[in-house]
């Protein structure tokens, strides 16, 4: 996609600062798949409608070939945006997609979809993101969906030496690739040249954080590192956020959502408003009643 410049800019006035940095915690998932969990379940509620945030990127294929096998979900939705390397959906829904530099998968798990990500390479490099973007009570039960984003489909534009991918929301004027009217998402891809800075206004009341995993940034005065999530405080009369890279320039994901303000109940890949909706996900699971 040609990067164009945007039609608008984004005032800020009253820029947010860092309530606190989060350092992410190696783990793994699937068969093995080795990644670091960014957003964990203790900030689920602070960071409401964000469920989790997987960084993963590994040039050993040992780290990521056995990929995720069958799994369920319901009641989120995922978005898994690749930054290098194929990675192949398939679910129980019929839907089917390929994965790979630069594109995002944006499946809704509704009411329940049991899904594989499997790996289409057997050498190279490998790394990306997966959010789990929250679902209302009404809709936690509905119909499954899914959508293969490729590359090209994703809007970029330029400004004062930032290169913004818009993958969801609205920025500077222009819409991103997907929208959500419950959670407004806004999930940002930034690619900094050395010493350029970008400003996002945020509504007051979302909730919002930058993950930087290319060299550092500074968010009203904080210095935050590569590898490292900030999460910015909801300071009443703020209006967004104010992103300086270093002089090695960067790439940050800042992404913000409105907040549902609902009861969370997570077991495993089941979120639901309560511990007798989780017991139904289970049971439903195992009668084979999930996708």
């Known amino acids: 996609m040609s990067i164009a410049t945007p039609p608008g800019t984004e005032t800020v ?15 793994s998932d699937g068969a093995g798949v080795k990644l670091t969990r960014v957003l964990t379940q203790p900030l689920q509620r602070r960071l409401d409608p964000f469920l989790m945030l997987d960084a993963f990127g590994s040039d050993d294929p040992g780290d990521y070939i056995a990929g995720f096998p069958d799994h369920p979900h319901r009641g989120f939705e995922t978005v898994t945006y690749m930054i290098a390397g194929r990675l192949r959906h398939r679910d129980s ?9 630069g594109g995002v ?22 790394e990306g993101f997966q959010l789990w973007l929250n679902l209302p009570a009404r809709d936690k039960m509905g119909e499954p969906g899914y959508r293969d984003i490729q590359s090209e489909e994703i809007p970029e534009f330029e400004t004062g030496g930032v290169t913004a991918r ?3 929301g609205r920025s500077h004027g222009v819409d991103g690739a997907m929208q959500r009217e419950a959670t407004q998402p806004l999930y940002l891809d930034l690619h900094f040249a050395p010493g ?15 993950y930087v995993y290319r060299g550092d940034v500074a968010i009203g005065g904080t210095a935050v590192p590569t590898q490292r999530m900030a999460i910015l405080a909801n300071t009443a009369g703020s209006d ?5 890279a270093g002089a090695e320039g960067a790439r940050a994901l800042l992404i913000a959502g409105q907040p549902l303000k609902e009861p969370i109940a997570q077991y495993g890949p089941f979120v639901m408003n309560s511990n007798e909706q989780i017991f139904q996900a289970v ?5 084979g009643r999930m996708g």
């Open 240 to 244: 967004g956020t104010v992103i300086e």
């Open 93 to 101: 829904a019929g839907h089917e997609g390929l994965l790979q530099n």
């Open 166 to 168: 818009l993958i969801a």
């Open 196 to 210: 350029t800075r970008f400003a996002q206004a945020l509504a007051e009341a979302h909730n919002a954080f930058v």
């Open 283 to 287: 049971e439903d699971f195992r009668a």
């Open 13 to 27: 006035e009253r820029p947010r600062a860092v309530e606190r940095l989060v350092t992410g915690q190696p783990t």
């Open 105 to 126: 998968q944006w499946m809704t798990a509704g009411r329940g979809l049991i899904h594989s990500e499997l790996p289409e390479q057997e050498s190279g490099r490998m």
